[in-house]
């Protein structure tokens, strides 16, 4: 079974930068997808980053890309998010997450339910 856990949140100010970690145990997840989520009070669980297996595809929501940046080491079993140019509305408690299925279109990726494991998330607090 695997298990994620995040590393990396803060306080910044905006315009700052952060790099969150996600570092995987409990087997290889070098075969699995996974994707970044983010969590603010009072809103649902939206989709920030997904990247394929092998991190030959990346996918973003509109409102981080060109500012945020995902990519893994699968020696590592490690999942990275480099966060640039912060904003306010960025803050919000971060989950990793993985799947083992090969997911087929870039909507699945969005879609919290088609990942099977997730951490236990890490806070990021952009202040104006």
């Known amino acids: 079974q695997v298990q994620l856990v995040e590393s990396g949140g803060g306080l910044v100010q905006t315009g700052g930068s952060l790099r969150l970690s996600c570092v995987a145990s409990?087997?290889?997840?070098?075969?699995?997808?996974m994707g970044w989520f983010r969590q603010a009070p009072g809103k649902e669980r939206e989709f920030v980053a997904g990247?394929?297996?092998?991190?030959?595809?990346?996918y973003y929501a509109d409102s981080v890309r060109g500012r945020f940046t995902i990519s893994r080491d699968n020696v590592k079993n490690t999942l990275y998010l480099q966060m640039n140019n912060l904003k306010p509305e960025d803050t919000a408690v971060y989950y990793c997450?993985?799947?083992?299925?090969?997911?087929?279109?870039?909507?699945?990726?969005?879609?919290?339910?088609?990942?099977?494991?997730w951490g236990q998330g890490t806070q990021v607090t952009v202040s104006s």
């Open positions: 997450a993985a799947s083992y299925k090969l997911f087929v279109s870039v909507s699945i990726y969005r879609e919290p339910a088609r990942y099977d494991t």
């Open positions: 409990g087997r290889t997840v070098s075969t699995y997808t």
């Open positions: 990247i394929r297996w092998n991190g030959g595809s990346t």
